[in-house]
């Protein structure tokens, strides 16, 4: 069974820092791993898809890796802002039934001004 | 830019009434999803539709129906609302399941059953 986890559950940083958001699978027969940003009160928007067959992808201040054989995922935020508070959510989908996507619990990020 | 659009945005329902959640598309998407999230339980799966004409059960498809009207719609309905399904509920769509591509969300439906 694919089980999706989140290392830090919620993480509080000075604007200007870099960090990174931790995301682990259990069952790496995956299509590929998508990380989400939510707003409180909020619907999910994408961030970055990464494929099984590539090892990252960026977008501005953004960067998502991926090691599929040791079932990790990171996500790299540069010069944090105080509005990429949200909180951040990795899913995967998995190759033995493509039609369901497995969500982790979420990193609450805090960006403080 | 619509994207995903889901209809109501905030619902209060009494134990025992029905309702249905409208979700709409304009992607082109053949894939379609209900999912729920709750506090400490994270996004679950209700149901999916695969493409038009198919539905199939996710993780918690109990108390819930589907219909897959169209290819751009994918409604869920609650026959007999209950206290455990307040929720807030998100309809997804995805250009085909058995490619690589990722998910596009709507922006919720938050419902509270009294």
Not at chain 1, 6 to 18: C, D, H, K, R, W
Not at chain 1, 76 to 81: G, K, V
Not at chain 2, 14 to 25: D, E, P
Not at chain 2, 37 to 51: E, K, N, V
Request: hydrophobic letters at 30%; proline letters at 4%.
């Amino acid at each position: 069974k694919q089980e999706v986890t989140q290392i830090p559950a919620a993480l509080s940083v000075p604007e200007g820092e870099n960090l990174v958001l931790n995301c682990s699978f259990t069952d790496s027969a995956i299509y590929n791993l998508q990380w989400f940003r939510q707003d409180p009160g909020k619907g999910l928007t994408s961030l970055l898809l990464i494929q099984s067959s590539q090892r990252e992808q960026t977008s501005g201040r953004l960067n998502a890796s991926l090691d599929k054989s040791s079932g990790r995922s990171t996500l790299y935020i540069a010069a944090s802002q105080p509005g990429d508070s949200a909180t951040y959510l990795c899913a995967v989908r998995r190759l033995t039934s493509y039609d369901k996507v497995i969500f982790g619990p979420g990193t609450s990020l805090s960006v403080i001004p | 830019n619509a994207g995903v659009t889901q209809t109501p945005k905030f619902q209060v329902l009494k134990t025992g009434q029905s309702m249905t959640l409208q979700c709409a598309q304009d992607m082109n998407h053949n894939s379609m999803y209900w999912y729920r999230q709750d506090p400490g339980m994270g996004l679950r799966l209700i149901y999916y539709s695969a493409s038009e004409g198919t539905t199939d059960k996710g993780e918690v498809p109990n108390g819930y129906n589907v219909s897959r009207l169209n290819k751009r719609e994918f409604s869920l309905r609650l026959e007999s609302a209950a206290p455990s399904q307040t929720s807030v509920y998100f309809c997804a769509s995805s250009e085909a399941a058995e490619y690589n591509y990722g998910y596009t969300f709507g922006s919720g439906t938050r419902l509270t059953v009294v």
